[in-house]
């Protein structure tokens, strides 16, 4: 089993940053591949950003690209989500996730464990 919790939401303005933290505990996670996704009121989960096990393949989806960056501490079972540049349409609960496989993925069902999530409020 692998437990994830996530840290670093808040409430920021609109054009700001922050940084999100997962870490992870129960196993290492160090040889799979990490997610993230996001769940704003009234809408489906979507995702966010993911990468391989090794840090060296990332993927985004097109509404944050050149504006996240995902990166992984393998060291401390720990993955990141650095945004910036952030609108208010990216407010949300952002669930960090960890996938069996070892490549970066966008699809929800290819990740097996979930955080419980963290509240992302960008006001305008």
């Known amino acids: 089993q692998v437990q994830l919790v996530e840290s670093g939401g808040g409430l920021v303005q609109a054009g700001g940053s922050l940084r999100l933290s997962c870490a992870a505990s129960?196993?290492?996670?160090?040889?799979?591949?990490m997610g993230w996704f996001r769940q704003a009121p009234g809408k489906d989960r979507e995702f966010v950003a993911s990468?391989?096990?090794?840090?060296?393949?990332?993927l985004y989806a097109d509404s944050v690209k050149g504006r996240f960056t995902i990166s992984r501490d393998n060291a401390v079972n720990t993955v990141y989500l650095q945004m910036n540049s952030l609108k208010p349409e990216d407010t949300a609960v952002y669930y960090c996730?960890?996938?069996?496989?070892?490549?970066?993925?966008?699809?929800?069902?290819?990740?097996?464990?979930w955080g419980q999530g963290t509240q992302v409020t960008v006001s305008s």
């Open positions: 996730t960890a996938s069996p496989n070892s490549y970066a993925t966008g699809v929800d069902h290819q990740f097996s464990y």
């Open positions: 129960g196993r290492t996670v160090s040889t799979v591949a």
């Open positions: 990468i391989n096990w090794s840090g060296t393949n990332t």
